[in-house]
């Protein structure tokens, strides 16, 4: 790809790039059962956007213990890539044009998700999105998860970007509020969260990224 715009793009990848919400929650209950644990009530939506170096010990309150904290959230990404297996994964609508459309234009694109590594890259395969994106920046690259900028800042230094020259694109509240701790424009896209309630912690909203193209991106960056 010919990089020539001075401006980058940022994407969450877990209900953004792909909804993979309902198997994220199948690979939660699995684990309950067979680490014989209790999920509380709400526990999904409360670590959404979360490390599950966060989750285990802060929302499900599991153990505290690092190696256990460490072998329970390998385990939980395991069972996730399992139930994929057999169900497969699509783009949502609108990725694939929009991705053509930045590439179109010069724009590099690259992931910055609390998702591990591993589950990216074998969704990347399932939905063929390989080619679209200039790196990754995932949950082993960085110390400090959302709400934290970090995530976002490595991921626009790995296009060499400034984060005023980046739009992130979030489904998240908590990754809407890193995009704004880094300086980033940011686009919250309605689906684990209402479009009324992503309004005003984000710079646009939309339900699908059916509603944006590249010259609106640009733009907003812009502004």
């Known amino acids: 790809m010919s ?22 929650e199948k690979s939660w209950d699995l684990l309950a059962a067979e680490e014989k644990r ?7 939506k409360a ?23 460490e072998r329970i959230g390998r385990r939980k990404e395991e069972l ?21 459309g930045l590439r179109a234009v010069g724009v590099p694109c690259v992931v910055g998700s609390s998702t591990p590594r591993l589950n990216i ?21 960085v110390s400090h998860g959302k709400p934290h ?10 296009i060499n970007r400034a984060p005023a020259k980046c739009v992130v694109f979030e489904d998240a509240f908590v990754g809407l509020e890193a995009a704004r701790a880094g300086g980033f424009k940011s686009i919250g896209v309605g689906t684990t969260n ?10 646009k909203a939309v339900e699908r990224l059916t509603e944006v193209n590249a ?3 640009m733009a907003l960056v812009q502004e």
């Open 3 to 24: 990089i020539t715009s001075e401006f980058g793009a940022i994407f969450d990848w877990d209900g953004v790039i792909v909804d993979s919400s309902a198997s994220h």
């Open 38 to 44: 209790l999920l509380p009530p709400g526990h999904f």
């Open 47 to 69: 670590g959404f956007g979360r490390k599950n170096q966060f989750i285990i010990p802060n929302i499900l309150n599991w153990t505290h213990d690092p190696s256990e904290i």
């Open 80 to 100: 996730y890539r399992e139930i994929l297996k057999t169900s497969g994964i699509q783009a949502l609508p609108g990725v694939r044009d929009l991705l053509e």
């Open 121 to 141: 890259e074998h969704v990347m395969t399932l939905a063929k999105l390989h080619g679209f994106f200039e790196g990754i920046v995932s949950a082993e690259d």
């Open 149 to 158: 900028p970090e995530v976002f800042l490595k991921a626009a230094a790995k």
């Open 194 to 203: 209402s479009v009324e309630t992503l309004r005003g912690k984000c710079d």
């Open 215 to 217: 010259a609106e991106v």
